[in-house]
């Protein structure tokens, strides 16, 4: 992938959680995490993928298209009057996703040039969206930092606010060198404990920690917010939560610092990609805990004048 040109898998206009303001949301794909929690299961993969609706397709008697179409016999016949998609031999080849005319077919990811996203965001340029910006998102948007940085620099050029959801899970050079284009940083820290890190998240969680303590001595000028999905049973402990803050507690410089309730409003889409979703059975925390938990860990965190203690 050359420095122009990166896979997006989705642009969310008017968003109003990811940022100051109104923004627009850029979703690059690929992440080398696999949370179980994840709400955004197409965005682990770099490549772009075939995703199936079974709920919206009216049934290959009915319809037939996307099995007429397919020349790489990979979406065939179910008994149920579904079908079903061969992954592997699937091409990508988005010809069975013209023909469906109930939208039960999607590929998630597309190749977009710098030129391209900043056209479907133009009206982020505009003076009544002044105030709003953009956030890069994903995925983990570091995994194609070299596009990631071409994006920002551009909306930099022309005036825009920027920002950026990350793990932290990448090479030094590259938070670096993207952070240093934002405004706004959100840096996501999901458990302390490093061998519980790795059972849940896939990886080890050393280089995440080595990152923000870099970034934030780094740049203290910028606006650094941390933020911790709260996940029953797994990192919602006092023992885990007083782990982060203890930690958060070492940075030189912090803005903020938030816990997001779970939700498993993206758990559909792991059967519409072919996979199993690994938290079926929890419920979403009470948003009013979750609120008094943010207020409690925010008086252990800073003082009255927004300081880490």
Sequence with gaps: ????????????????????????????????????????????????????????????????????????????????????????KCQICDVCVGGCCAQALTIFG??????????????????????????????????????????????????????????????????????????????????????????????DNQIILDNLMKLSKTYPEKELIVRTPVIPGINDSKEDLDQIANFLKSLPHLSDYELLPYHAFGSSKYEHLGRKYGLIEVKAPDKIEIQEMNQQIKEKLFDKEGGIK
């Design 110 to 203: 597309k190749e977009m040039t710098v030129e391209e996203v900043v056209a479907a965001t133009e009206n982020q340029v505009s003076s009544w969206r002044s105030n709003g910006g953009i956030t890069l998102s994903g995925g983990e948007p570091l995994m194609q930092a070299d596009f990631a940085e071409e994006l920002l620099r551009e909306y930099k050029q022309q005036g825009v606010h920027t920002a950026i959801e990350t793990t932290g899970f990448a090479l030094w050079e590259d938070v670096e060198r993207v952070a240093g284009l934002c405004n706004l940083v959100f840096y996501d820290i999901k458990l302390l404990d490093t061998a519980k890190h790795k059972r849940f998240t896939g990886v």
């Design 1 to 88: 992938m050359s420095r122009n040109k990166g896979i997006v898998f989705n642009i969310q206009k008017f968003s109003v959680h990811d940022g100051p303001s109104i923004r627009d949301v850029v979703f690059l794909k690929g992440c080398p995490m696999r949370c179980i929690w994840c709400s955004n299961p197409e965005s682990q993969n770099v490549e772009s993928e075939l995703a199936y609706n079974p709920n919206k397709c009216i049934g290959w008697e009915a319809c037939g298209s996307c099995i007429e179409r397919c020349s790489q016999e990979a979406v065939n016949a179910r008994k149920d009057g579904k079908i079903a998609v061969d992954r592997e």
